[in-house]
Each structure stands twice: as structure tokens, then as C-alpha cells.
């Protein structure tokens, strides 16, 4: 059994190793609010905590926060210096790592400049709403990614979700995380969670039954 699962970790990590850089961008701007009118969302302090933790958990080279607001980027940067050079820093270490994933960026055009500077990446939308067009499933998106070794950037809505313009960006849509019931509005960070679990966990997409 030991031998077995050692196998199989050596193997998924052998799969992380042959992707290109993978990042992360948490759209602050533009987003939709419930009337559909396009608007810039406020950045929640828990919700980065957690988005950062995710991150160094699934080996997210780096997570883009985009927002042209500077009293919101004020905000976060005082936020970040808290836990990297300030007493967060020696209070918990670990939480100050994950937030060294933590970006900044005024808007999409600029993150995507920096990124492309290691490659034209592959950008890949979620939301909770299908779309037909450029939908792409979970394991057909790690083989693409796997096949295609190129950066890759993964877009997360706020507020009501990307905007159309936002979408066009993107070369994929990747399905929606839909449960057992009706309702489908998942918290951010409950999302994000899930999403990189499905692409990147180690044993995401496995028959656990076999392990």
C-alpha cells in the first residue's frame, strides 16, 4: 500500500512539474453587480487570507488581486506588509508565506502583459453560468494544459461574475461547480477551492475507491 501511493504522488508530481506557470486572478474590475451594470467589487481581508492559502496549497506560481481602486489597493498592501514585514510575520510564519502569492494589479491588460512576458498564456474563465461556445471539462482542461505547456491563467469573478468583455478574453470556459440541489452561488474562496482541487489535487479527478 505504501509503495503504491508513493507511486502515484511521484507520478502527479512529475505531471506539475511539465506544466508551465500557472496563475491565478481574482477580477475585481470589471465585474457585474445583481442589475448587471458593470462595476469595481470591494476586496473582502478574509477572503485573501483564504484565496492565499489555496493558493500555496495547490502550487500557484501567483495570484493576481485586479482592481483600479487605490484606496482598495492601499488597503491590501498595508494588509500584505502586515503579515510579510510586519508582527504578522513573526506571529505566523506560515500565513506570511502564503500571502508572498499575493499580487496587485490596476486592471486585466497589465496583468496579462506581465504574464505574457513567459509566453502568450492560456486564459481560462470560470463562473457558475455555462457557456456552450468555449466550455471545456475539468480533465479535458488538465490535458490541454499538460499537452499544451504553456503559462496558464485561471479568471475568477466577483460580485455577479465576469463581464462579457472579460469572457471574450478568455480561450475557455471551464464548466460550472454544480451540487446535488438547485441553488448555485458558491462563496469565492468555497469555489476557488474547489476548482483547484479538481485540476491540480493530487488526487483530483482519481477514483478514490482504487487508492
Request: proline share 4%.
Amino acid at each position: 500500500m505504501y509503495l503504491r501511493k508513493k507511486i502515484v504522488n511521484l507520478s502527479e508530481r512529475s505531471w506539475r512539474i511539465s506544466l508551465g506557470n500557472i496563475y491565478v486572478a481574482i477580477i475585481h474590475y470589471p465585474a457585474y453587480d445583481k442589475n448587471h451594470e458593470i462595476v469595481a467589487t470591494s476586496l473582502n481581508n478574509m477572503e485573501i487570507h483564504d484565496i492565499a492559502r489555496s493558493c500555496m496549497t495547490f502550487d500557484i506560481d501567483l495570484c493576481y488581486i485586479v482592481t483600479p481602486l487605490p484606496k482598495q489597493r492601499q488597503i491590501m498592501e498595508r494588509l500584505i506588509h502586515h503579515w510579510e514585514h510586519g508582527y504578522g510575520a513573526t506571529y505566523n510564519p506560515i500565513r506570511s508565506k502564503a500571502l508572498e502569492k499575493i499580487k496587485m494589479c490596476d486592471n486585466i491588460k497589465e496583468m496579462l502583459n506581465e504574464i505574457s512576458a513567459a509566453g502568450a498564456p492560456l486564459v481560462v474563465g470560470t463562473s457558475s453560468r455555462p457557456d456552450n461556445d468555449k466550455a471545456i471539462g475539468y480533465q479535458e482542461f488538465k490535458d490541454l494544459i499538460h499537452r499544451e505547456k504553456r503559462p496558464v491563467l485561471l479568471l475568477f469573478g466577483t460580485g455577479w461574475g465576469l463581464t462579457e468583455s472579460t469572457v471574450e478574453l478568455c480561450d475557455k470556459m471551464l464548466l460550472p461547480v454544480k451540487g446535488r440541489g438547485d441553488y448555485n452561488h458558491l462563496s469565492l474562496r468555497v469555489a476557488l477551492g474547489i476548482i483547484l482541487d479538481r485540476i491540480f489535487g493530487e488526487r483530483g479527478g482519481k477514483d478514490e475507491r482504487n487508492n
